[in-house]
C-alpha cells in the first residue's frame, strides 16, 4: 500500500510540474505577443513572413547603377493596375510651378512664381528623357553633369562670361563661377571666411537666396557647412535641376507673399549674391523674413547691387541716386532688425544678427518697429509674409544666446538640441530624444546589410518624407550624401527647428501635393510612417506617383510601416515599375511594423527598357 501510494504522489507531483510548466509557457508567450504588439495585422504578418524568401537579405533585388543598360520587361504575371508613361511633354513636369500654370497668376511681388499646384492629378508615370543616365559620383559631379538628364543650353549662352556653366562634348561643365564670383566660389567663400566663422563649424546651415546652379553650395560642401539653395523655375531654365543633378541641395523656391517653409532660428547664415530680391521694398518684409529663419548671432551676405553703389554705378548700368536709396533701404531695415554690419568688402556686406533682445534694447523703443504676433514663428505652410519682426525668446541674462547656444558642428549632431532641453517641443524630453537616436542607429544598421551600397556613395541626394527628430539623417551621416528632411505639415509634432538645431537641413511639405522639385532629383527616399500618417488625408497612389516622379531610375525607396498598410502600397506599386520586397522588421518577424524595399526600373521615353530584377 505504502508503494502505491508514493507511486500516486509522484505521478500527481509529476502532472503538478508539467501543469505549471504549461502555464508558464503561456504567460511567457502572452507577454512576448503584448511586448511585440502583435495581433494588428497579425493574419497579415503571418502570412508576409511564413515565406523565407521574401524575408532575408535581398540577393536578387539589385542596387546597382546600369547607366541605361536595357532589359526587357515582363508584365504577363501583373493582375494588379498598370501606369502608363505620361506623354513626353511631361519629361521634367513639375505640378505645383508648371510655367504655363503660373501665367495666370498676377505678376507683382512673385505671385505667379509662389506654389501653385494643378489641381488635376496625373495617373501616369513622368518618364526620363531619351539617353538618361545615372549622375557622376560625388564629388565629379559638382562639376559635371551629363546632357541628358538636363538639355537646356540656354544658360551657357545667358552666363558665358560669368563662368557659371559650359557645354562641353556630352556634358556640361561648372566651373564653380557665378555673377558675383567669377574667379570662382572657392575665392569667394575665402573672402567670407575672413570675416565669418566657417571653418570651425560655428557656421554649420546656410540658406541661399536665389541661389543659380547652387556653385556656392556646391563649394560650401568641403568647408562642412551645408547650404539649402533655392531658386524659381523662371526664365534661368533648369537651374534647381542642374543643382541638384550636381548633389547639391536646392528646391524650387521664391521670395514672394508667402513665409518660407523652413522653422524660426533654422540657418547660421543667409546669403544672396545678386539674388534680384528687393530687400528694401513692402517695408522690409523679406529682410524681417530672412530674420525670422536666421539663428541669434547669424549672419547675412549681401553681395552685388546696391552695395558699394559709388565705385559701380556706371558697370551696374543704373541711377546712382536709385542705388543710393536702396542701399540706405537696406541698411534703415537692418538697424531695425538689430543687425550690426561688421564688414563690406568691395561689392560684399556682411552683417550679423543680435544674440538676443536685450542686447538692442532701444530697438524696442522704435516707433516703426512692429512684432509679430507671439507663437506663429514656425506657423509657415501658405501663410502669408507680413512686415513684423520676429520676438527672439527670453532671456536670464543679455550674454545669453536667445533660443540656446548650438555647439560647433559635428558635435551639435547628437548633442542634446536647446528646444528639446527647454522642453520648447511638447511631448519630447531628452530621454526620448536619446532613446530615439538609439532606434534610429539600429535600424540604419539594418538598412545596410539589406542594401550593400547604401554609405558608398552609390545614394548621393536622399530624403526622408517623415524625419521625426532627424534620427535617420544622423545615423546615416556622411561627406558623400546629404538628407532632405521633411516634417509633414500634419506630424503631431513640429521638430523641424530640432533638425536645424543638430546641424542638419528639411522643410515642411503636405504630402497630399507634389513637392517643389523636379523629377529624377532623388537618388533614395526614406519613409517612415508616411502611409499610416497620411491613411484617410489623400490616396496612396497620389503620394506613390509623386515619390515616383523624384525618384532618379535605378533609384531606391526604404519605406517603414504597419504591415497591412505596406501590403497595399505593396500592390500599388507593382504596377509602377519599381521591384519591391518585404523583409522583417530587425526585432523579429513578430513585430507588425515591416520594411518595403524598392528600386525603380530604368526606363526612358518611347522605350520599354528596363533593369527589372524579375
Known sequence: MANKATGDNRTRSSISIFIVVGLCCFFYLLGAWQRSGFGKGDSIAIEITKSGADCAVLSNLNFETHHGSVVKTDDSTSKVKVYEPCHPKYTDYTPCQDQSHAMTFPRENMIYRERHCIPKKLHCLVPAPEGYVTPFPWPKSRDYVPYANAPYKSLTVEKAIQNWIQYEGNVFRFPGGGTQFPQGADKYIDQLASVIPIKNGTVRTALDTGCGVASLGAYLWSRNVIAMSFAPRDSHEAQVQFALERGVPAIIGVFGTIKLPYPSRAFDMAHCSRCLIPWGANGGMYMMEVDRVLRPGGYWVLSGPPINWRNNYKGW???????????????????????????????????????????????????????????????????????????????????????????????????????????????????????????????????????????????????????????????????????????????????????????????????CEAFSTYPRTYDLIHANGVFSLYKDKCDFEDILLEMDRILRPEGAVILRDEVDVLVKVKNIVSGMRWDTKMVDHEDGPLVPEKILIAVKQYWVVGGYNSTSSQ
Open 317 to 511: 548700368q543704373r541711377p546712382k541716386e536709385e542705388l543710393q536709396e536702396e542701399q540706405q533701404k537696406i541698411e534703415e531695415i537692418a538697424k531695425l532688425l538689430c543687425w550690426e554690419k561688421i564688414k563690406e568688402i568691395g561689392e560684399i556686406a556682411i552683417w550679423q544678427k543680435s544674440i538676443n533682445a536685450d542686447s538692442c534694447r532701444s530697438r524696442q523703443d522704435d516707433s516703426s518697429a512692429s512684432f509679430c504676433k507671439p507663437g506663429d514663428a514656425d506657423d509657415v505652410w501658405y501663410k502669408k509674409m507680413e512686415s513684423c519682426i520676429t520676438p527672439y525668446p527670453d532671456v536670464k541674462n543679455q550674454d545669453e544666446v536667445a533660443g540656446g547656444q548650438l555647439k560647433p558642428f559635428p558635435q551639435r549632431l547628437y548633442a542634446v538640441p536647446p528646444r528639446i532641453a527647454s522642453g520648447s517641443v511638447p511631448g519630447v524630453s531628452m530621454e526620448t530624444y536619446l532613446k530615439d537616436n538609439t532606434e534610429w542607429k539600429k535600424h540604419v544598421n539594418a538598412y545596410k546589410k539589406i542594401n550593400r551600397v547604401l554609405d558608398t556613395g552609390r545614394y548621393r541626394n536622399i530624403m526622408d518624407m517623415n524625419a521625426g527628430l532627424g534620427g535617420f539623417a544622423a545615423a546615416i551621416q556622411s561627406s558623400k550624401l546629404w538628407v532632405l528632411n521633411v516634417v509633414p505639415t500634419i506630424a503631431d509634432k513640429n521638430t523641424l527647428g530640432v533638425i536645424y538645431e543638430r546641424g542638419l537641413i528639411g522643410i515642411y511639405h503636405d504630402w
